[in-house]
């Protein structure tokens, strides 16, 4: 039976680091309330709005994972994009990436999962692997927040949190007896939440896609956020989901070497920690550095988890949760061969 191998990761962020006090000089808030709330210190931000979208920053994660992977991008025979900001409508990230790669006939798939993104992707590049469809699966995780954010105190709640940034992984389908690869996988949605956490133009429903006259700093142009409605669910859903795959898995949390959350609040995380009796060190947080990178968020953390040797072992297992827009959310275990 074949199993998803993670052959490799690599990852990318612009160059242009925003500190929370950057964000004191567009708006009212202040480093403090960012810190205390968020965890957040600084995100990076693209510095040329206009020119950079999330294919860009997806192209130079995927050119390190591809060469970690020791694979040419005519090796590929799928690519998964996941993201909330594709670089224009249509066609998705995933296509322009797949050019920019130099390939003109691989197939490529967009995911629109938000920060569950990747983990719907995982799952994806899994029943393709089993399935026979693909064996060499490039997965992108792929953000440009900046360029669609409220810079001004309006926005602020959203703002402060997001971060541009992307993440890549190479995984192959592998022929091997032993328990390794993707061991299990849960995926959740709930729509009647999309309310919740959303940007409402520009919309299909629209004539034009825009309402007639109005002007481009109406709040609709802009993420909106329930934001304690979702720390609330976030913290209430992800043990459960977390629990689900470890019954799917035959496995118990004890058993996990390391959980890699999605990083959109480091609260939420802590709190995950302390619902599963678990001790911080076996939480990876990096949101101190990115902020929320949304889809890039997951696997941009697993590959500083194994850059910083907390992970990769042969044996090793990691255990993969988030929540986000959708609202979405879910969870996947997986063991390094
Ligand atoms: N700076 C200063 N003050 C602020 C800011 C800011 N950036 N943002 C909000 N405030 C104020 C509010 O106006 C409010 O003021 P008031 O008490 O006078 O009304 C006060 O701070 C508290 O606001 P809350 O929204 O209650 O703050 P909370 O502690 O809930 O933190 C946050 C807000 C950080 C957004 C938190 O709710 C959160 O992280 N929620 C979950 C986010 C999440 O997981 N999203 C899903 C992933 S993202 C995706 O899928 C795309």
Known sequence: MKKSIIRSTGMFVPPNVITNH??????????????????????????????????????????????????????????????????????????????????????????????TGFLYGLATADAYIKSGLANKILLVGAEVHSSGLDKTTRGRDVTVIFGDGAAAVCIEG??????????????????????????ELPA??????????????????????????????????LPKVINESLKKAKMELGEIDLIVPHQANMR??????????????????????????TAASIPLALHEA??????GKPGDVVLFAGLGAGLTWGSAIYKFL
């Open 22 to 115: 950057d964000l004191e000089d567009m708006m009212e808030t202040s480093d403090e309330w960012i810190k205390q709330r968020t965890g957040i210190e600084q995100r990076y931000w693209i510095d040329r709005e206009g020119e950079t979208g999330a294919s860009d920053l997806g192209l130079k994660a995927s050119e390190m994972a591809l060469e970690k992977a020791g694979w040419g991008s005519r090796d590929l025979d799928f690519i998964i994009f996941a993201t909330l900001s594709p670089d224009i409508m249509f066609p998705g990230s995933g296509c322009l990436l797949q050019a920019k790669l130099g390939l003109d006939s691989t197939p490529a798939l967009d995911i629109r999962q938000q920060c």
């Open 174 to 199: 592998v022929k091997t007896d032993e328990k390794a690869g993707l061991l299990a996988s849960s995926l959740h949605a709930d729509g009647n939440l999309a309310q919740a956490l959303m940007t």
């Open 204 to 237: 299909s429903k629209l004539p034009l896609r825009l309402p007639e006259g109005v002007p481009t700093n109406d709040v609709r142009y802009y993420p909106v956020m329930d934001g304690p409605a979702i720390f609330k669910k976030a913290i209430r859903m």
């Open 268 to 293: 939420i995380n802590q709190a995950l920690g302390q619902f599963l009796k678990l001790d911080d060190n076996k939480i990876f947080h990096n949101i101190q550095k990115y902020g929320n990178t």
């Open 306 to 311: 194994i850059d910083q040797e907390r992970i």
